[in-house]
């Protein structure tokens, strides 16, 4: 089905969908707990070819089932209930792609849809009984020589229920630069999904897009309660721009944040540590329930209390910030806001490869835009 390739977030948010009917109201959600695993991405930048890079990756895939395997049952020792979702940092098996040309880094580092990774991942899941939400870089084939940024959540039943890619990029390709064939494919359900699972309905937000209140809404608007966030960021024991939004996107949308940063980047020139520590569970009220120090670790988990959100979304009153939202105010501003041009990539009927200098210019000419209007 071919949908309105002039369809934008503006227009969505001007008809915001109505929220699902979830038949909840009578009955208590069973108690579990999230953890976002504070983990060290490993780059796969000095592998020396895709087969070593592979190998690389579905190590590492089982390093990280045996630790959060031991992690479940330290949570559920601890005093905490069973772990049944489980939250991995950004790029956990590469590392970003640095100046790796975008077809070469697509062919080294980013996972196929049904690759063996996913697989992998999978088989983890089922054997622990419980959701787990990542990130990784992944091709897909109807856009040959392209990657995309992909946030997933994969079920018990080994199979994934959400794919999110990543739509705000200065570096990369994004559903944004090939709108039109995009929308065509997947449609807007494809660009902001929302997996509806036993343990509540779940979107993805990805890494720096927790800066953009957009993202989180739209996925809000589409009945989101849980946002799955994989991250790579500078950790500090000061308030960073990223834990202030976590707590924002998490009180305006009355939705809970799991947020895993990474416990640094292996294997590149950069020091270690330079993103690490502060893995949070934020809940619906933007309370911190539980945040990481540094270094690799699971002490970022919580539980999490479903019908305690869906409670408050009901409830009549001035913090109701989803029910007291009035969408059609700014649909025609955004509308107006054209200044990011979708279909960067399009050239006719073409996709066009990218050089990695090609995100930068496109940077430059929306400061043009804006500059010329007087906004800035």
């Not at 622990?128 to 994969?154: C, I, K, M």
């Not at 720096?208 to 809000?220: D, G, M, S, T």
């Not at 308030?239 to 305006?252: L, M, P, V, Y």
Request: hydrophobic content about 45%; cysteine-free; aromatic content about 8%.
């Amino acid at each position: 089905m071919l949908i309105d390739r002039r369809q934008t977030i503006a227009a969505m948010l001007a008809s915001a969908l109505p929220w699902p009917h979830i038949g909840h109201a009578m009955t208590r959600s069973p108690a579990f707990a999230a953890v976002a695993m504070q983990l060290a991405a490993r780059s796969v930048e000095a592998a020396p070819d895709r087969a070593a890079a592979r190998r690389q990756m579905l190590a590492m895939i089982e390093e990280v089932g045996a630790k959060l395997r031991s992690a479940s049952i330290f949570i559920a020792q601890y005093g905490g209930s069973p772990v049944r979702l489980a939250v991995l940092p950004e790029y956990l098996l590469t590392s970003y792609p640095g100046r790796i040309s975008i077809p070469d880094f697509a062919d080294k580092g980013a996972i196929a849809e049904d690759g063996p990774e996913f697989e992998a991942l999978g088989r983890i899941a089922s054997s622990q009984n419980l959701f787990l939400a990542g990130n990784a870089y992944e091709t897909d084939r109807h856009f040959p020589g392209l990657y995309f940024q992909t946030s997933f959540l994969v079920a018990p039943s080994g199979e994934v229920v959400l794919r999110y890619r990543r739509l705000n990029s200065m570096f990369a390709p994004t559903p944004h630069d090939v709108w039109s064939r995009y929308l065509d494919i997947y449609g807007i359900e494809g660009v902001f999904p929302v997996a509806r699972t036993e343990i509540g309905n779940i979107a993805a937000i990805a890494s720096e897009e927790i800066l953009y209140p957009e993202i989180a809404r739209a996925h809000a608007l589409r009945g989101a309660e849980i946002f799955v966030h994989s991250s790579s960021e500078i950790g500090s024991p000061l308030a960073t721009q990223k834990d202030i939004a976590k707590r924002a996107r998490a009180f305006e949308n009355i939705a809970y944040v799991v947020s895993a940063n990474t416990a640094g980047i292996e294997g590149t020139t950069m020091p270690l540590a330079s993103a690490d520590g502060n893995s949070v569970v934020v809940d619906y009220k933007g309370a911190l329930l539980a945040e990481s120090n540094s270094g690799e670790t699971f002490t970022a988990f919580a539980d999490i209390d479903l019908d305690g959100l869906r409670a408050q979304r009901r409830k009549p009153g001035m913090t109701n910030y989803l029910a007291r939202q009035r969408t059609a105010l700014f649909a025609q501003v955004y509308a107006d806001a054209d200044f990011q041009r979708a279909d960067s990539l399009i050239d006719g009927n073409q996709v066009r490869i990218p050089d990695r200098d090609h995100f930068r210019r496109v940077h430059d000419e929306v400061i043009e835009r804006l500059s010329k209007k007087g906004l800035i």
